[in-house]
């Protein structure tokens, strides 16, 4: 018989589930606000601890959105940078994956937020731009750069320029999020995200793919 039992004390699991609880009050509190209307006691109390707790944990407000940066949106790039790693079938399945995977792991949640918070206040929160701009949209972009040269190099897509068809990919995917936290809860007509990037993904795809090689005449 096991009779294991978690003897750690109430108030010590407590303590260390505080970050992810603090991590993810931040996050909806940044979403619904923007990072400058924020304040640190709000996000203290929505996570249910004083202020000073927070401050155990994170400096200022700037830390703090950085961590919540790294915690909820960082992990999809890894996953995308994994999956193009380790993919070995054709690149057109490849792309599918990869697109479909960022809305999964990102698009569905409250972190696909960000990205219009970060377009909004980077005017006035330069650092914070550039931190984003460092760890998100560099790697991000370099991730789908990585797919289509191995579709080019493999002759899965045509020869394109892999810088402006890496924003082509982006830019979609992008205005997807900024409609959910912007106009889409007041639209009449709903768009149906799934949808919206399959219809997508086979326009691209349609553009990309080599022209289908001429069967060969027969002799006569």
Known sequence: MDCSFNMKPRWERRKD????ELLAAALDLFVERGFASTRLEDVAKRAGVS???L???FTNKEELFKAVVRNSVVPAIDAAEED???FSGHSAELLRRVVHGWWERMGQTNASGISKLVMAEAGNFPDLARFYQ??????????FARLLERAVERGEFRPVDINVMTQVLIAPVLMLMTWKHSIGPCAHDKLDPAAFIDSFLDMALNGLLPPAAPAPLLAP
Not at 134 to 143: P, Y
């Open 17 to 20: 589930a505080r970050p992810q």
């Open 84 to 86: 193009i790693a380790g």
């Open 55 to 57: 401050y155990l944990y």
């Open 51 to 53: 202020k000073g707790t």
């Open 134 to 143: 460092e760890e998100v949209i560099v790697r991000g972009s370099r991730a």
